[in-house]
């Protein structure tokens, strides 16, 4: 997921099929000043999507933002519901979420398009739900044994090997939903 006034979320499915690609935005939060309420209505739409046993890649905090505080107040937001639910996630710093895709670590958000349609076909409108796609693909590929391109295995190897802040480690064991039934890994 890439959180952020416009939150883009992608779920993939184990063989890296688009279950739901959604950008979640409050109104009220677009152009003027933020309030308690319209953070907190943003953060339960983001929150209802995301189910106990998902796997979960957030982009790590961008520090180039102009309107860095309300982005990093939506960032944390999200990360302490995962946290307080027990949804373990991993945080993905940009430039290894570029480097990923296979372009360079600091390529413009129109280079990142090209490489992500060019990798996987996948095209949206929104660079928030593309940059939630790459991050699904992350999650995927820490979890599935999936064909890796070096710049692919060299962002997963990082992830793995560091502490990750003392976020949980994902878990990739087939679990039940809510409702009871098995369910595939969802990323």
Not at 45 to 67: H, N, R, T, W, Y
Not at 75 to 84: D, S, V, Y
């Amino acid at each position: 997921m890439d959180p952020s006034t416009k939150t883009g979320i992608v779920i993939l499915d184990e063989d890296g099929e688009v279950w739901e690609e959604r950008e979640i935005s409050e109104d009220s939060l677009n152009g003027r000043s933020p309030t308690p309420e319209a953070m907190l209505r943003l953060l339960r739409k983001v929150m209802a999507l995301v189910e106990p046993d998902d796997q979960v890649a957030i982009e790590g905090f961008g520090f180039a933002s102009q309107s860095g505080f309300l982005l990093g107040g939506i960032g944390w937001a999200i990360r302490l519901q995962l946290h307080i639910r027990g949804i373990p996630f991993i945080e993905v710093a940009p430039s290894a979420l570029k480097k990923f895709s296979g372009a360079s670590g600091n390529c413009a958000k129109e280079e990142l398009a090209v490489e992500v349609y060019a990798r996987w076909g996948f095209r949206s409108k929104s660079n928030n739900i593309t940059d939630a796609y790459v991050l699904a693909q992350i999650a995927r590929a820490m979890h599935e044994p999936i064909r890796l391109i070096k710049k692919q295995e060299e962002v997963i190897s990082n992830l793995r090997g560091s502490d990750n802040h003392g976020k949980r480690s994902i878990s990739s064991e087939v679990r039940e939903n809510h409702t009871g039934r098995k369910k595939q890994n969802r990323a």
